[in-house]
């Protein structure tokens, strides 16, 4: 019994360490011999009558709910984009909004600025979801490019001829933006994203980018697979299902999707509950993708989301076993470290205002997204499990 425990505190805390040091540290080294190396755009070529010969048509799909606050700057961004108007298409599929977004997004695609552009406002009676927005229009556009957007993010300017330069290359199936937040509710939550910047970016030179973010991402149009209408995080699901495909996915540091929108502490524990249950869910859906013949991709999808989803058991693990062996010099250790890290950062969250250096602020931030990973995977497992017996009833 004794030995059991030992090897499995063991392998709990080399995991603990190993996805939280020792992976960022070799995709760190690896990065730096293999530096991923900027492109631009390629210098357009014009027929006779004076249209472009050399870029992709793109079609924009930009699905809003409720989004008056946003939706004028959005349009505003979208006309200002640096692509020729005969290859571009914009679609505002306003879901069922129950404000005046509709209103406010006809009134701004009228402005001089943004007449040029072709832009269509689509409004649904009812509200759908965005999943069901996405089975229903994507396959109506025969772009050769979808790009989906928030709307509450802001696009750079030179965004589609850099991404329509990543899609000459064949093999590239999808290519993935830059995220970035204008006001982050915490310090935390700062460095986290900072953080998950140079971890995708490092990522995709070993091999995919992982995954994509809804503020702004693009693909091949002809590769989009319809998503089940219980998908919960639609830019994984999506962006991987074409990796599974064989095409890559590109993440390119120099397009930029700055999202406006902010997120108080009490919605991004929810928001991060709902992202751990889908976490528990793409990796049901995108199993195969652990096949070695994704290589470098298997590697990152393992070491970066298969034991994300997994680590609060592991830490868990590694705390109670290095408690029941703390007679042991090394477990002892394991044991003070783990109890004066977990304080902290349940200090930071507690009394933010007293423990506001940015080393509580990070504790803090991992720590609550640890528990919300664990409550959100119980609560999709729980609900898979007893959803069959919820229907026989009905």
């Known amino acids: 019994m004794i030995l059991f425990l030992f090897i499995m505190t ?196 070993f091999g995919d980018s992982l995954g994509a973010h809804g503020a702004f991402y693009l693909f091949r149009t002809s590769l989009f697979v319809p998503l089940d209408k219980e998908t919960i995080n639609d830019d994984f699901i999506l962006p991987m299902s074409i990796v599974e495909q064989g095409y890559h996915a590109i993440y390119d540091p120099s397009i930029c999707a700055v999202e406006l929108d902010y997120v108080d502490k009490k919605d991004d524990f929810s928001r991060r509950l709902r992202i751990s249950a889908g976490n528990i869910q793409q990796l049901i859906r995108l199993f195969s993708l652990f096949n070695p013949k994704y290589r470098g991709t298997t590697f990152t999808f393992f070491s970066g989301k298969g034991l994300r989803i997994t680590m609060p058991y592991f830490m868990i693990m590694s705390y109670i076993g290095s408690g029941l062996l703390i007679t042991y010099p090394l477990f002892l250790i394991a044991f003070i470290c783990q109890t004066l890290g977990y304080s902290f950062g349940i200090l930071g969250i507690i009394l933010p205002r007293i423990f506001s250096h940015k080393s509580f602020q990070i504790l803090a931030y991992l720590i609550a997204g640890h528990a919300a990973n664990f409550i959100g995977g119980i609560n999709y497992i729980f609900r898979r499990l007893i959803g069959p017996l919820n229907r026989v009833h009905k």
């Open 10 to 205: 063991s392998l709990s805390i080399f995991a603990v360490i190993y996805h939280h040091a020792l992976y960022p540290m070799l995709l760190s080294w690896f990065a730096k011999r293999h530096p991923q190396k900027p492109i631009s755009p390629t210098p357009r070529k014009f027929s006779k009558n004076n249209q472009d010969c050399t870029l992709p048509t793109i079609t924009i799909i930009i699905p809003a709910y409720n989004e008056s606050q946003w939706i004028a700057e959005k349009i505003r961004n979208i006309s200002y984009l640096d692509y020729p108007t005969d290859k571009l298409k914009v679609i505002i599929a306003c879901d069922g909004c129950a404000d005046n977004t509709v209103e406010i997004a006809n009134n701004t695609i009228q402005e001089a600025l943004c007449s040029d552009t072709h832009i269509e406002v689509l409004s649904l009676e009812k509200n759908q979801g965005k999943v069901a927005i996405l089975n229903q229009f994507i396959p109506q556009y025969d772009s050769d490019i979808i790009a989906l957007s928030d709307v509450s993010a802001l696009i750079s300017y030179d965004a589609l001829l850099i991404a329509a330069k990543h899609f000459e290359k064949s093999y590239v199936g999808v290519v993935n933006a830059t995220y970035r937040l204008l006001t982050p509710s915490s310090v935390g939550e700062r460095k986290y994203w900072d953080y998950q910047t140079k971890i995708k970016q490092q990522e995709a030179t």
